[in-house]
């Protein structure tokens, strides 16, 4: 057994090789042996247990079953490839970057929105240098990082004054603490909503320290239901968008125009989680009417809430826009400071609203609705491609690659019935089996997240920037084995 073990070089041996004097010009040198001490313990490890398996199996004779396959495996170039492979996988980021071919446009677990390249050139510049985040250049004293966004913001939703934190929950505490905190905030019991990853309008209000009243029943709330909600004297009035789901048959609500004039004349704050920040008119058959940032403003709500990160296709952000009063509240709020928004998060929001001073622009330049304005014809031809390239490999496995009709949708919590069609590549892998395919995708250099169904791997090339095609056709043919 020791004899065995012998066999193992030492450290200085394998720490001499060429691929790990490699791995020492380009890594920290204790993360190199580190790795290598744990690959050596392996072996050894490894070692030990086949020789008792050995021993167990040919009545002790040592060595006779060790093959030359485990002699190879103990040769010091043998060990320092996988003291490179572990070296390089300690080094590897854990958040990488991911094509996502699920046709779901804002996928929270993949990150919501892309950016555009105007947002994300502006938030490398700002990233890497100093900038004027809190410094008046025209004057040269002390500046607001609050006003970088609220001209623009002002300018495209028509509100007095905007103010932009880390995200609307964060948003949606600091306007109720703001609004009513130590009071009631009224809500229609069918606006009691989850929107996911632990965000329950009910938890939200209690945790702003504000007290929930509930009004209404599930399906219908009118105003007389509010207007009896006065008695326990509210500091505010709470209307939040159901983006994730939709009530339908026997339903009424208060629209949010006459909810702002009731609470105007009763001199009780109005907050609007409005959650996606639609910016224009979507202008795609099949989706519903999703009211945008302007029209809430124009309903007269006091704050309109909403995400950066869902439809308005921007970094992760919350923004606030209303009346100049309230704004300047919360902006006073101590809360405001916990809330507040990084200089690259301002740089990539900026230049994505500047963005929709031209619609067409926004349409064509911001990643999520060119995606939802992608037309399906498009997407057919570039999926068709797709097609072509991959189904002689999955052929030659047994396998099958069709196109199928169906529908891409926008996720995120927003637009719920919203479908808009697309056409996807469906592929039966053959001998792979589907779970060894989407496994394949997930681990390999790129990695590939796509749907599964009816046993088939499908591929919804709406959520794929052409600019990833070559990549994803790539990471798709290495899935299968490549014989001859
Ligand atoms: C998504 C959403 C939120 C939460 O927004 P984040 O930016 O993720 O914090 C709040 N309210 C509504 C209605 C939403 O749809």
Request: glycine content about 10%; aromatic content about 4%; charged content about 25%.
């Amino acid at each position: 057994m020791t004899d065995e073990r012998r066999r193992i070089p030492g450290v200085d041996r394998v720490l001499a090789t060429p691929e790990v004097a490699q791995l020492l010009d380009r890594y920290p040198r204790d993360l190199v042996v580190e790795s290598l001490r744990q690959v050596l313990d392996e072996a050894r490890g490894s070692l030990a247990q086949g020789d008792r398996a050995g021993a167990d199996a040919a009545g002790g004779a040592p060595g006779a079953p060790g093959d030359a396959a485990a002699a190879e495996a103990l040769l010091p170039e043998a060990l320092a490839r996988r003291v490179q492979a572990l070296v390089e996988a300690r080094s590897a980021p854990t958040l990488r970057t991911v094509i996502n071919a699920t046709g779901v446009i804002l996928h929270t677990n993949l990150g919501r929105s892309p950016l555009s390249q105007d947002a994300v050139r502006a938030m490398v510049e700002t990233g890497r240098s100093y900038s004027n985040l809190e410094f008046d250049l025209d004057e040269g004293v002390r500046g607001s990082r609050y006003d970088h966004c609220r001209g623009l913001l002002r300018e495209l939703t028509g509100a007095e004054d905007a103010l932009v934190v880390n995200n609307a929950a964060g948003a949606l505490i600091l306007a109720l603490d703001t609004a009513a905190a130590g009071q009631g905030v009224v809500v229609s019991r069918g606006e009691l909503i989850e929107i996911g990853g632990g965000f329950r309008i009910p938890e939200i209000v209690e945790r702003a320290g504000t007290t929930l009243v509930e009004v209404g029943t599930t399906n219908r709330t009118r105003l007389d239901d509010y207007r009896a909600a006065l008695d326990v004297k509210p500091g505010a009035v709470l209307k939040v968008h159901r983006s994730n789901f939709r009530v339908s048959g026997f339903t009424e609500e208060v629209p949010v125009g006459v909810l702002s004039r009731f609470c105007a004349e009763h001199a009780l704050p109005l907050v609007y989680d409005l959650g996606s920040g639609l910016m224009l008119d979507l202008r795609v058959d099949g989706l519903p009417n999703e009211p945008t940032v302007a029209s809430a403003v124009a309903s007269g709500a006091d704050l309109v809430l909403f995400s950066g990160d869902k439809l308005l296709g921007g970094p992760q952000a919350g923004l606030i826009v209303g009346g100049a009063e309230w704004i300047q509240k919360l902006r006073k709020n101590p809360l405001c400071r916990a809330l507040r928004v990084d200089k690259v998060t301002l740089a990539g929001l900026e230049a994505t609203i500047r963005t929709y001073r031209d619609p067409e622009a926004a349409r064509s330049r911001i990643p999520v609705l060119r995606m939802i304005h992608e037309s399906s014809d498009s997407v057919r031809e570039r999926a068709e491609r797709l097609s072509e390239a991959l189904a002689p490999v999955a052929q030659a496995a047994g396998g099958r690659v069709e196109l199928v009709a169906g529908h891409s949708v926008v996720g995120g919590g927003t637009l719920p019935d919203g479908e808009i069609a697309t056409w996807r590549v469906a592929i039966d892998p053959g001998s792979l089996s589907v779970d060894a395919l989407q496994r394949r995708l997930r681990f390999g250099p790129t990695s590939v997240v796509a749907r599964t169904e009816d046993n088939r791997v499908l591929i919804d090339l709406r959520t794929v920037d052409p600019s990833e095609e070559e990549d994803l056709v790539r990471a798709l043919r290495d899935c299968w084995p490549q014989g001859d």
